[in-house]
């Protein structure tokens, strides 16, 4: 008698976990229940470990460990899962000083209308030389980047190249600035790029450091 109750009682357990883990289509079968992973999240340790785990056991654990908790990928496309980061209070100070350097620089590219190329040899004459000087302030002040060709006959050159350099830095540095200054053989190759209005660039920080501010007080997850 014992067995027949334990039994009935076994095949009443079976038959609810099956009732669970089971649906029935419109046709009648019974089809097994998709598990819901949509909670699920790939956690990258300050030590760069990987591990798979929920949202909110990783915001327990950036508690408990005093880290910061950071989505750096909103969706994975291989594993199809968000991805964060626990961070310390130095990482994550690094990780807003890249954020800030890189979002200035995409700002100041998409200020720039496009690039224009001037050429100059070493024997230029000084009012040949300040004329482009001049062009090229115009064209800094109109938001484009100035890309500056200055060939010599030999290597010896060199020196006066670097003289035009300079001259041409002197007499353009309130419109714009030198980058990427490179010698090749008997050519020096440069870009001037558009100096941003101060009074601009200065309300521009203000804004930002406002909004850095109300970040601040936000804090991370």
Do not use: W
Not at 45 to 74: E, H, P, W, Y
Not at 115 to 120: A, E, F, S
Not at 146 to 152: A, D, P, S
């Amino acid at each position: 008698m014992n067995r027949i109750f334990a039994l009935s009682n076994f095949r009443r357990l079976v038959d609810h976990n099956r009732f669970v883990s089971m649906k029935i289509t419109a046709e009648g079968k019974d089809v097994p229940k998709k598990k819901n992973f949509e909670s699920r999240i790939t956690l990258i340790g300050s030590d760069n470990s990987v591990s798979i785990t929920d949202l909110k056991s990783a915001q327990s654990l950036s508690v408990r460990r005093d880290l910061k908790l950071v989505k750096i990928q909103d969706i994975d496309t291989k594993t199809r899962r968000p991805v964060y980061k626990l961070l310390t209070s130095a990482q994550y100070l690094e990780e807003e000083i890249a954020k800030r350097k890189e979002k200035k620089i995409s700002k100041e590219s998409q200020l720039i209308k496009g690039q224009k190329l001037i050429t100059l040899t070493n024997r230029i004459a000084e009012n040949d030389l300040m004329t482009s000087v001049k062009k090229m302030i115009k064209l800094l002040e109109k938001q484009f980047e100035v890309k500056v060709v200055v060939t010599g006959p030999d290597s010896e050159a060199l020196e006066s190249l670097d003289k035009i350099c300079s001259v041409i830095e002197k007499n353009t540095k309130s419109s714009g600035k030198i980058v990427q200054k490179r010698n090749k053989g008997n050519t020096l190759r440069f870009q001037l790029i558009p100096v941003r209005d101060k009074s601009s660039q200065v309300g521009n920080d203000d804004s930002n450091q406002n909004s850095e501010n109300k970040g601040d007080e936000k804090g991370p997850l």
